[in-house]
């Protein structure tokens, strides 16, 4: 006989606790609080009515067609897709996905297979500014894409629309824009660039997972004017939004809308050629759960454009506030002119040193205070230039119940880090053993074995005798520590530190 029920109920429990919160607006990034208990219930409610449902095959449960075909209904219209023209190649088609990378990986999926049938041969591109979120990355990779992200403006974070246009040719398979893009909260020229591709008949995607379902009400609810985005905009051949970001549903759900019947059957995965039953699956996995899909369609039903409207304006309002609070703290700049609820902080390098805030420490300090702010590290790209180091803050509707204390925490924050300079690749390496410091600085892309990973995660303090999977309250030395070494380096090293955390003790 098994434990008791309450008894494995309250282990989780304890497990739980460990965590961050992810109600209460204190974690400024990964979770989307509404701030309104009757959604997660209802949310819960819908997910338990599903739970032994299979959504693998919606011919036999025949609730999970239903439910997609109304979720995807809504976002069409939300996202501009209704009446987009009346003949095949035009009418909007969509799938309900486990999530934004899912989204994305089958945009680039129907992309390079479209390509392929028609008839272009060789390797193709994938091509997109280097703010483009990381699951493109991941999909390039997976789906034998060449990958050519191209330099945003460093102080802005803004893509130059020519800088991309300029890059287009019969080879590339697929540019992927960002309404906004996640890093810097910038909205891509998609205007421009979608009509260069349309010129093309290259493929465009805009990646609005984060967007796609808040934008929509940002107008009105931030009093800014939005440059089109979406599928009003001629070009755009396939849009991402994430239900389990804006949509405020449990994890596991997006939406891919994708323009033209044809082209979406290319998302497709179909098979006769085995002896077990008919394979025909839109998206990724097989078997699936349905919970998520009915939780997302039933917090759809319950907020109606009105609802998503009306936490918008929180949203709107409580990043208003936090971008003029950051604004006005003294060694601090918001970067460029971020669209929807993000932020990212960077120094203010105009100022004197011994004003200037370095965005790391300021997040450390926030993070002492309780407020868990998203750190950035700077980047180097293409064309030279570097990316700098920032923090990120993504605000969810209940951020607004709670502005007062964050806002106050920012400004001391800042007052208690202004002048700590800047942890440098020279100090991080410095403070390592000099053999260790040579090891790394003489590492080539030699592939380290997991033993060899191990080592030099202790030796660098990132594992301790003691693990217990969490990371060092201060990341300032940690981010500095990914700017310093090599990608491929710290790739395996972040690889060898996941995986260590799940291996049975
Ligand atoms: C969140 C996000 C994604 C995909 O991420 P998931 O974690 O898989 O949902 C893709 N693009 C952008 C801009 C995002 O913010």
Not at 77 to 95: F, I
């Amino acid at each position: 006989m098994g434990a008791e029920a309450s008894e494995i109920l309250e282990r989780l429990r304890i497990l739980r606790r460990a965590d961050a919160p992810t109600h209460g607006g204190r974690v400024l990034s990964y979770v989307y609080d509404s701030g309104r208990a009757d959604l997660d219930e209802l949310a819960a409610a819908a997910a338990l009515a599903t739970q032994s449902v299979n959504g693998l095959d919606p011919t036999t449960f025949t609730s999970v067609a239903v439910l997609e075909r109304e979720v995807v209904g809504f976002a069409r219209t939300l996202l501009g897709g209704d009446n987009a023209g009346d003949d095949a190649d035009s009418d909007v088609v969509g799938s309900v996905t486990t999530g934004g990378t899912e989204s994305c990986f089958l945009a680039v999926k129907t992309a390079r297979d479209v390509w392929i049938a028609a008839g272009q041969i060789g390797r193709p591109r994938l091509l997109a500014p280097v703010t483009v979120h990381a699951a493109f990355q991941k999909a390039a990779h997976l789906f034998g894409l060449d990958l050519d992200l191209v330099a945003v403006d460093p102080a802005t974070g803004t893509l130059p629309a020519a800088a991309l246009t300029s890059r287009l040719g019969p080879d590339v398979a697929l540019v992927v824009v960002s309404a906004p893009s996640y890093p810097f909260a910038a909205l891509d020229p998609i205007v421009e660039v979608a009509a260069a591709c349309a010129a093309s008949g290259i493929a465009c995607h805009v990646d609005s997972c984060i967007g796609g379902w808040i934008l929509p009400f940002w107008p009105d609810a931030a009093g800014v004017d939005v440059p089109a985005w979406d599928l009003r905009v001629p070009g755009v051949t396939s849009i991402s939004a994430d239900l389990h970001k804006y949509g405020y549903a449990p994890k596991g759900v997006s939406v891919l809308l994708q323009r033209g019947r044809d082209r979406q059957r290319a998302q497709y995965f179909a098979t006769t050629r085995w002896p077990g039953y008919p394979v025909v699956n839109p998206t990724l996995l097989g078997s699936k759960s349905a919970g998520a899909l009915a939780a997302a369609w039933a917090i759809i039903q319950r907020l109606g454009t009105e609802g998503f409207a009306e936490l918008a304006g929180a949203c709107a309002r409580a990043t208003g506030r936090l971008r003029a609070t950051i604004a006005a703290i003294d060694g601090l700049r918001v970067v460029g002119d971020p669209v929807g609820p993000l932020i990212a902080v960077a120094m203010d390098e105009t100022v004197p040193a011994e004003r200037r805030v370095d965005p790391h420490h300021w997040a450390d300090q926030a993070r002492a205070h309780g407020w868990i702010l998203q750190q950035q590290p700077g980047l180097g790209q293409a064309d030279g230039s570097r990316l700098p180091p920032t923090t990120h803050l993504t605000i969810t509707p209940v951020t607004e119940e709670h502005l007062d204390e964050l806002c106050a925490v920012l400004q001391i924050a800042a007052d208690e880090v202004r002048g700590v300079p800047t942890v440098t690749a020279e100090q991080v390496l410095a403070a390592l053993p000099l053999e260790l410091a040579a090891g790394l600085a003489a590492f080539d892309a030699a592939p380290l074995d997991s033993a060899g990973a191990f080592a030099l995660l202790r030796q660098l303090g990132l594992i301790g005798e003691s693990d217990d999977g969490r990371l060092p309250d201060r990341m300032a030395p940690f981010l500095a520590l990914v700017e310093a070494l090599p990608h491929p380096l710290t790739e395996r090293l972040l690889t060898e530190l996941l995986a260590r955390s799940v291996e049975p003790r």
